[in-house]
């Protein structure tokens, strides 16, 4: 066969080749930056794990603290997650406020400042949140504390997912 009864040259060929494993080769790249754009989407529609804390009857309407420990997977690494929560009941409404401050991060503490002893308090820079949770104005604060989605069920106190305040 000569080279005139093919259908397709030499230069097409290599052109076709090399577009081919090309575009293979870019899509290879940017798979793994699609999935890690889109795996938020994908999480954001997934039941919350819910974990026990206490009973209805231990809350009173002063804020306690409770601790909430769970597994975390982190890529390959599960570890052991503790954090403290504040729970105290509003009317028949029961809230599950976090204790980092929104500022900086640090632990802040029910009660433990003397000029404000019915306020959230942290130590690192001073900053103050009222009962509620919502940040005093004109400190470092700049938005109130985190909530944990609360759920009661047979007299039984649960908390899912942190539910971050804007």
């Not at 577009?19 to 793994?32: C, E, K, T």
């Not at 997934?46 to 975390?72: G, K, V, W």
């Not at 503790?82 to 509003?90: A, I, K």
């Not at 940040?135 to 942190?162: I, T």
Request: proline content about 5%; aromatic content about 10%.
């Amino acid at each position: 066969m000569s080279e005139r009864e093919h259908k397709v040259s030499r230069r097409q060929f290599l052109t076709y080749s090399l577009m081919g494993v090309g575009g293979f080769m870019a899509a290879a790249a940017s798979l793994p930056m699609v999935r890690f754009a889109l795996d938020p989407a994908l999480k954001a529609g997934a039941e919350t794990e819910l974990h026990y804390i206490c009973d209805l009857d231990d809350l009173t309407e002063e804020p306690q603290s409770f601790n909430l420990q769970y597994a975390q997977q982190d890529a390959w690494y599960e570890s052991e997650a503790n954090h403290t929560v504040y729970l105290f009941r509003h009317g028949e409404e029961v809230v599950a406020l976090s204790s980092t401050c929104t500022h900086l991060g640090c632990t802040v503490a029910f009660g433990t400042n003397e000029d404000h002893p019915d306020q959230f308090f942290c130590p690192c820079h001073f900053g103050r949140f009222e009962k509620d949770g919502t940040n005093v104005p004109n400190l470092p604060p700049q938005r109130p504390l985190d909530r944990y989605e609360v759920s009661v069920e047979d007299g039984k106190v649960y908390l899912g997912s942190l539910i971050q305040n804007r």
